[in-house]
């Protein structure tokens, strides 16, 4: 596993962070002592208001962005951007979504359920990060990611936090993945030309599919719902991922 440098004494670089460890300036090469995880905390939950203030309502979302530890999953460099709401490279080309993006979409995914959804297939793992999220909205998770660096490192990142329900596949999430199916929800993290007809088909009826695809020579969230009456199709906000792309590499 990678050493990653303690977080919150690089955080403290960031404008608006609270001075910590100013006696401790070695703190920075030192393993997590503790009473650190509060310190991360507080700034999950300065995230998290902003996140409600842009509208996420979701407990179980809000509650789950304030959990998962973001800096865990960027590199040390970028750590203290962590909880900006912004995107930040994860090598290889991708990137990891804004939290503002991870949750609205998680928010859609979950369409106002009570308590944790069923499983979900999230197509591209990336770092793990909206993994992670998702395992704490939803009973089962299954993220396929097409890259083996970033499945490796999604692997890595995740090991720590051991969570039993999350499953990580290296394959072409563009297939799906049939031997979890039917989902209750899917989600991707990469925008594709169209819907590849493999996720409608491994959605459960009453399912929920939300994905960027490309719309009006850009990219919007689609969101599909499976009704007994038949696939509903929505068009929403213009968004920005990085391209669906089959195979593996
Ligand atoms: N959810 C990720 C975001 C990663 S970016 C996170 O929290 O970090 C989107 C990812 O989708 C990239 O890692 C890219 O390699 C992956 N991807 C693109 N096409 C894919 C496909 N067909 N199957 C699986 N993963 C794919």
Known sequence: MRERPSFPARLDTAPDAQPRFKSQPAAALMPVPQGVGMDSMAV???MVQKLAGQGVSDPLVLSAMGTVERHRFVDSALVNQAYEDTSLPIGLGQT???PGVVSRMIELLRNGAQGRMGRVLEIG?????QAAVLSCVANEVYSIERLKGLHDKARDNLRPLRLPNLHLLF????IGYAQGAPYAGIISAAGGESLPQAWVDQ???GGRLVAPVVHAGGQALLV???TATGVQQSILEQVNFVPLKSGVA
């Not at 793992?125 to 990060?129: A, L, Q, R, S």
């Not at 394959?171 to 563009?174: E, I």
Request: aromatic share 4%; glycine share 20%; hydrophobic share 30%.
């Open 44 to 46: 999950r939950q300065r």
């Open 171 to 174: 394959g072409d999430g563009m």
């Open 224 to 226: 599909v719902d499976k």
């Open 125 to 129: 793992t990336g770092c793990g990060y």
């Open 96 to 98: 990891i979504s804004k």
């Open 203 to 205: 959605l459960a009826l």
